[in-house]
């Protein structure tokens, strides 16, 4: 199984960035998908979650300003970000709780992406 992260990059304050994450490989159910994030010299936050019935969770830091949505035909997980500040620097890991017909579901990690917003 690989969860793989398209759409970081450099933006503006005030601009909007879109994060997609793709789960590939042998996969029998997925539940929760997230995305988490780490600015340097923190430690990795959660950013927002999403149960497969579409039940969302934000940190307070994000709430009416990123959207998270899956598509689950195509297991894939979206971050719309918009009124993006300086603070939300930090390279995006998407996260996913996969069930792959084997054992137990566990937690898969992408690589990252890296956001960047510019003051």
């Known amino acids: 199984v690989q969860l793989q992260a398209f759409g970081g990059g450099v933006v503006q304050a005030g601009g909007s960035l879109r994060l997609s994450c793709a789960a590939s490989?042998?996969?029998?159910?997925?539940?929760?998908m997230g995305w988490y994030r780490q600015a340097p010299g923190k430690q990795r936050e959660l950013v927002a979650t999403i149960t497969s019935g579409d039940i969302t969770n934000y940190a307070n830091s994000v709430k009416g300003r990123f959207t998270i949505s899956r598509d689950n035909p195509k297991n894939t997980v979206y971050l719309q970000m918009n009124s993006l500040k300086p603070e939300d620097t930090a390279v995006y890991y998407c996260?996913?709780?996969?069930?792959?017909?084997?054992?137990?579901?566990?937690?898969?990690w992408g690589k990252g992406t890296q956001v960047t917003v510019s003051s």
């Open positions: 996260n996913a709780n996969i069930y792959t017909g084997w054992g137990t579901s566990r937690d898969y």
């Open positions: 490989g042998s996969i029998s159910s997925i539940n929760p």
